[in-house]
């Protein structure tokens, strides 16, 4: 008899050069809380966010943004489920 799944492992988030040196610049403990809620949204379901409108060129680019925290995620997905962030605080 088959194995059922474990819960599905949680996608790997990396930042972008610009996003990581904003993440050094946040000391507000609201600002940080804020941004954590974010990333488990999309570190547990990646495809949460909007797609934008673009070519097929580059990654699919998409946009999650939490209105009661007040932060929007710029993002793509790669093929090994990593999300690759831009931060708008």
Do not use: N
Request: charged fraction near 25%; charge should be negative; avoid cysteine.
């Amino acid at each position: 008899m088959p194995q059922p799944h474990g819960p599905r492992r949680r996608a790997q988030i990396a930042f972008t050069d610009t996003a990581a040196k904003q993440l050094d610049s946040i000391t507000s403990e609201a600002e940080l809380h804020a941004l954590d809620r974010t990333l488990v949204v999309i570190s547990v379901d990646p495809d949460a966010g909007e797609p934008l409108p673009g070519d097929s060129t580059g990654p699919q680019l998409r946009s999650y943004v939490d209105d009661v925290e007040r932060v929007r995620l710029v993002y793509w997905v790669t093929a090994l489920r990593t999300v690759v962030a831009f931060i708008e605080l």
